[in-house]
């Protein structure tokens, strides 16, 4: 289906903005114009879903979220950033592994199955993106994708 990007992901934010009682900010930096992408809405809502669930999971009381959008070349890419408890270095590209998850009693608590990132890769892949994660052990996690625009609609600023 075709969407604009900003309206999709902000519905999805509002959501979030909604049931959110963990006293979290969520911090928003989009652009107002439209940026039309190609995308299965519903596995899209499941991959912004389990990112975002993640930042709040591994979030401290207070912490805030932040969630960007921008157009760089031929993609939109997007990025959401919290101030949890980060992830060691050798294991930042591993979290995208089947069943990973970073230290088993930490996590035990929390609950997951550690596959939700395994499975926003696959669907980020499949839409012809790319999904990596930047983080500081103890800072915050940063979780980037990227998806193809919508070609052959003329300019899009
Ligand atoms: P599920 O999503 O299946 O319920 P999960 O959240 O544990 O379980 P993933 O979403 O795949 O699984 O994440 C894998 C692991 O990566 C997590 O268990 C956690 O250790 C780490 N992780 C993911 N996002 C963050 C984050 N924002 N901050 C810190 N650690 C994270
Ligand atoms: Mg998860």
């Keep these: 289906r075709e969407v604009d990007f900003i309206s999709f992901f ?20 989009l652009p107002d114009s439209v940026i039309r992408v190609q995308i299965d809405t ?7 879903d389990n990112i975002i669930s993640n930042a709040m999971k591994y979030s401290p009381e207070g912490g805030k ?28 590209s591993k ?5 990973f998850r970073v230290d088993k009693a930490r996590s035990r608590d929390i609950g997951g199955t550690g596959l939700g990132l395994a499975i926003a890769k696959e669907i980020v892949l499949a839409h012809g993106g ?12 940063t979780i980037h994708f990227t998806l193809p625009l919508q070609k052959g609609r003329g300019a899009q600023l």
């Design 10 to 29: 902000n519905d999805i934010i509002d959501r979030f903005d909604m049931l959110e009682k963990e006293n979290i900010e969520l911090s928003r930096s």
């Design 42 to 48: 519903d596995k899209m809502t499941q991959v912004l």
């Design 65 to 92: 979220i932040t969630f960007l959008a921008a157009v760089k070349g031929r993609k939109v890419k997007i990025s959401i950033s919290d101030q949890g408890v980060g992830i060691p270095k050798n294991n930042v």
């Design 95 to 99: 979290i995208f592994d089947r069943f």
């Design 130 to 141: 790319d999904i990596w994660a930047e983080s500081e052990w103890g800072q915050g996690t």
